[in-house]
């Protein structure tokens, strides 16, 4: 079975979606059949729920709750079909970064996090984590140059050292999941790094 459930973490400016297109066709390659897929979102309703959480203030609690509910769909309906035919399947974020944004930088419970987390994934955990981590002013940079920002993007350089602070000590309590690709460099070497970490899954 070569079913892998691989996701890309990291904070707004890191540059993982970039690495995307490269991961599916190395994947490819294989001959198993790659799913792309993305949080919030990945399924029709999820793909809704991501409009409201990105462009709309709400209380944090109650965006940790529809990140949740859009996850529930997103694993009911796309992840574990996948994984049950085989498949590869890599998401841009999961609950990784409901710790890192929600209760990392808002300031969200970490065991209202942990409870959803139990409730909505019985188990399911990413088999492999690539966080691309770089500094906070390299994001922030990244982010003035980029297109119109959204609701989390707008944040202060603040907001985005305690979502890395997270991040990083996500990656610390699960080592063996977690693999830090150093963002921080040109991009053949970051992708040579990613390219070294798909290898060896
Ligand atoms: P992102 O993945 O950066 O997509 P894009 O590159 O299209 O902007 O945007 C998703 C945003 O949602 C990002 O700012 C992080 C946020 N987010 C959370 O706050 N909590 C979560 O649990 C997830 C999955 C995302």
Do not use: C
């Amino acid at each position: 079975m070569t079913a892998k459930f691989i996701t890309l973490e990291g904070m707004d400016g890191a540059g993982k979606s970039t690495h995307i297109p490269n991961i599916i066709k190395m994947l490819g390659a294989r001959g198993v059949e790659v799913i792309s897929t993305r949080e919030p979102g990945g399924t029709e309703l999820g793909e809704k729920l991501r409009t409201l959480l990105l462009h709309e203030n709400m209380h944090p609690e109650t965006e940790t709750l529809l990140m949740f509910a859009a996850r529930r769909e997103h694993i009911a309906q796309v992840i574990l079909p996948a994984l049950a035919r085989g498949a590869y399947v890599l998401s841009d974020r999961f609950t990784d970064a409901t710790y890192a944004y929600q209760a990392g930088a808002k300031g969200v419970a970490a065991n209202k996090v942990v409870q959803l987390e139990q409730w909505v994934q019985e188990g399911l955990q990413p088999d492999v984590t690539l966080l691309f981590d770089v500094p906070v002013e390299v994001s922030v940079a990244r982010l003035s140059n980029a297109r119109t920002p959204d609701k989390f993007e707008r944040e202060s350089a603040e907001f985005f050292a305690k979502i890395r602070e997270a991040y990083l000590l996500r990656a610390r309590e699960n080592p063996e999941r977690f693999k830090i690709i150093n963002a921080n460099q040109p991009l053949d070497k970051v992708y040579k790094a990613v390219e070294a970490q798909i290898a060896v899954l």
